[in-house]
């Protein structure tokens, strides 16, 4: 499973991990059911402790994203799309705010990152047309 951490990243690693593995089914690349790399096996592919990604796959549970079947191992837990619809706003809503007050605490103004962020809008709609 492809997911990269930063160190340099102030967010922990258990939930760079997590957040990723979230990203990964609301975008729709894991599906209901989907065995997930056991513990260990991911804990070797990143680098990290066990502790890290048992973890991270603990918060995914704990939150509803992936169920744990003893002996079996992790797997992607079913989100109908309405629910999907709305974790993917609400995770992007929460990135814009990381967004937004990494900007205003760097001195970026309120009407600088409106503008900003209509640039980059009116790309995407020039992009689909």
């Known amino acids: 499973m492809l997911i990269t951490l930063s160190p340099q990243n102030p967010t922990p690693l258990y939930r760079q991990i ?9 975008q729709g690349e894991l599906e209901a059911h989907e065995s997930l790399p056991s513990i260990r096996q991911l804990a070797k592919e990143l680098t990290t402790s066990v502790i890290t990604t048992k973890k991270a ?3 995914l549970e704990r939150e509803g994203w992936i169920y744990t079947r003893a002996g079996k191992g992790s797997y992607v837990a ?4 309405s629910a999907r619809h709305e974790r993917l706003l609400n995770s992007l809503k929460n990135q ?6 990494e900007a205003v605490d760097s001195g970026i103004t309120p009407h600088e990152l409106e503008k900003a962020f209509q ?3 009116q790309r995407c709609r020039e992009e689909e047309n």
């Open 18 to 26: 997590a957040e990723q593995i979230k990203n990964r089914i609301l």
């Open 78 to 81: 079913p989100i109908d799309r």
């Open 96 to 101: 814009f705010q990381k967004l937004i007050t």
């Open 119 to 121: 640039e980059v809008l």
């Open 57 to 59: 796959y603990e918060e």
